[in-house]
């Protein structure tokens, strides 16, 4: 099986403390994976090491076969679609949406500097359809509610075929409309392999195989989603008596 993500013996520290690991964890190409834990048990720091964002402080982290410390990280990164608060803040408002979705190709934040052939802007255009934003191209980003933007970052992320993307808690303050129709467009958004990383079993969408859970930095339980996101294995993750429930495509979870 190819790897997508390789993490042996992966931990970060900062000031002296370890925030995350030892973790030992592979993804395969082609599956779709979750990373569910409470607040402050180290998905975001996980997914900024499988982003490449950060450098492991020790252990082996590979991403698309290849290992950070011994990688250009700026090409690494051209692989890899990102949705999260971190990406949408940094981005400008006054870009319209239509080319907050052409940065994606080469993963920047402006436009000034490139050149996008006709072919380019109509499939930026084409993915803001896929996502259902296709009318809101011409209008700039910072009108655009929490939800709308969002689903352009998705569509952002998907500009340039990346192998790899990742969604650090996309459906965050939205309401219930708007999650439904972000995860509607996370589904449309299927590529070669996702990482989300959310605590609500709720936002998880339908395309998920697979699911790690996290806990103070921690693995405590990994593999295929249905043999993860079971009631004894959560309620240990969440120091809580947990009920899980699936159907339709869709998972719940309740204090037993």
């Known amino acids: 099986m190819t790897l997508a993500v390789s993490m042996s013996g992966a931990e970060v520290r900062i000031g002296g403390r370890r925030i995350l690991g030892p973790i030992d964890l592979t993804i395969g190409s082609s599956e779709h994976w979750l990373l569910l834990g409470p607040n402050g048990s180290g998905k975001t720091t996980a997914l900024s090491l499988m982003g490449a ?4 402080s020790s ?5 698309l076969g290849s290992r950070l410390g011994r990688v250009d990280v700026r090409g690494l990164r051209r692989r890899i679609g990102h949705v999260s608060h971190r990406v949408a803040e940094q981005l400008r408002g006054e870009l319209s949406v239509l080319e907050t979705v052409l940065t994606g190709r080469d993963a920047t934040l402006v436009t000034w500097w490139q050149r996008f052939s006709d072919e380019d802007v109509g499939t930026a255009r084409e993915l803001l359809e896929t996502v259902g ?4 191209a011409d209008r700039p980003l910072a009108t655009c509610s929490l939800g709308e ?5 998705i569509a952002r992320a998907l500009f340039g075929a990346h192998d790899l993307l990742l969604f650090d808690e996309p459906a965050a303050g939205l309401d219930l409309p708007g999650r439904e129709q ?7 958004a299927r590529r070669p392999t996702t990482v989300l990383a959310t605590h609500h079993l709720e936002e998880i969408p339908p395309i998920a195989t697979h699911a790690a859970l996290l806990r103070e930095g921690q693995v405590t339980a990994s593999g295929p989603i249905d ?3 079971v009631d004894g294995p959560m309620s240990a993750c969440f120091d809580l008596p947990i009920v899980v429930e699936h159907g339709n495509g ?7």
Do not use: H, K, S, Y
Not at 53 to 56: E, F, I, L, N
């Open 59 to 63: 252990g082996v982290v590979e991403i």
């Open 133 to 136: 934003c296709d009318g809101l």
């Open 250 to 256: 869709r998972w719940r979870a309740r204090a037993r």
């Open 227 to 229: 043999e993860v996101l």
């Open 182 to 188: 972000l995860l509607a467009a996370m589904a449309a």
């Open 149 to 153: 933007r969002q689903r352009v970052l």
């Open 53 to 56: 964002w950060r450098q492991p």
